[in-house]
Nanobody
């Protein structure tokens, strides 16, 4: 069974930065395409960043140039560096497989709140 444990969220002022981490267990991370998703109150969960097995990366238009996804296969961990945060980035952030590698189970997510 695959488990995702997200961490690193918090309250940050507009323009600030956060680095999210996702510890993955139950799979060999190197075999999967991975992504970071977010769900704001009253909205559907959306994919904001994805990383392929060989480090191809892609981002939702809303976060391009501000967010950076990375992976450490040796640590079975996926990261999301978030810079220049905006109030509209406020959401619960989750990691999971991406681009056809989505798993049924989800972690608890980590709350990111951008507010002054």
């Amino acid at each position: 069974q695959v488990l995702f444990v997200e961490s690193g969220g918090g309250l940050v002022q507009p323009g600030g930065s956060l680095r999210l981490s996702c510890a993955v267990s139950g799979i060999s991370l190197s075999s999967y395409k991975m992504g970071w998703y977010r769900q704001a109150v009253g909205k559907q969960r959306e994919l904001v960043a994805g990383i392929g097995r060989f480090d191809r990366k892609d981002y939702a238009e809303a976060v391009k140039g501000r967010f950076a996804i990375s992976r450490d296969n040796a640590k079975n961990t996926v990261y999301l560096q978030m810079n220049s945060l905006k109030p509209e980035d406020t959401a619960v952030y989750y990691c999971n497989g991406a681009w056809g590698d989505l798993f049924d189970s989800w972690g608890q997510g980590t709350q990111v709140t951008v507010s002054s």
